[in-house]
């Protein structure tokens, strides 16, 4: 799911809110959050820190409409270009642009301090508690108490040099082993949308649930 949106001063591109809900319930997410980062006025001057204040806007949002919208979670990349010149990228999970995936191995110390463990079963991804598969993200209830919502934030200018950004969610990254594999597929691409179906058309795309 993505959501789009244009200003004077920049765009604001979300991409990947997955949630466990209906069609429905992701687009309102979307609105939701796209109305939170534009709402701060501030939002394109000191963009880095309302990023961080609407990631903990969205997240509370979701966890007070639980009721309605379900006790699990969800995924997210934003990204935000000023200017046409500084392109600023937030991800929570293991959505990934410029970003670290957030998983429960590389935040045990963390999660074990909050009174939770990582599981490490043969065959499985680690977990938290046995269930989540990332350290951070919207949502989920039940767990917390024991993950995060900080999201990772990066900073990247832009200029000739830059020829295209991948965000994407772990259905690409567990299946391409590096960011310079999923580069060399598309970049003599010249289109997003004809990129994206070589992605799925080549199988290197293959969605997986975690």
């Not at 935000?80 to 670290?100: K, Y």
């Not at 599981?119 to 919207?138: H, M, T």
Request: proline content about 2%; aromatic content about 6%; overall charge neutral.
């Amino acid at each position: 799911m993505t959501g789009d949106r244009k200003s004077s001063s920049g765009r604001f591109h979300i991409f990947h809110l997955r949630h466990s809900h209906d069609h429905q319930n992701l687009i309102h997410l979307l609105n939701e959050l796209l109305r939170i980062f534009l709402n701060f006025h501030d939002v394109w001057t000191n963009t880095v820190n309302v990023t961080r204040r609407a990631y903990h806007s969205i997240d509370k949002y979701i966890l007070e409409n639980a009721f309605e919208l379900g006790k699990e979670g969800s995924t997210a990349i934003t990204a935000m270009l000023i200017n046409s010149q500084t392109l600023v990228v937030a991800n929570v999970g293991d959505s990934r642009a410029l970003s670290v995936d957030h998983e429960p191995n590389r935040e045990r110390e963390i999660i074990e301090s909050k009174g939770g463990f990582v599981s490490n079963i043969p065959g499985d991804v680690p977990r938290i508690d046995g269930k989540l598969a990332v350290a951070r993200a919207f949502g989920d209830k039940s767990l917390k108490r024991h993950i995060s919502l900080d999201p990772n934030v990066a900073i990247e200018l832009i200029n000739n040099d830059v020829d295209l950004i991948i965000l994407a969610s772990d259905g690409l990254w567990k299946v391409i082993i590096s960011n310079q594999e999923a580069v060399n597929c598309i970049k003599n691409m010249k289109d997003a949308k004809a990129a994206t179906k070589h992605f799925i058309r080549s199988g290197d795309f293959v969605e997986k649930q975690g």
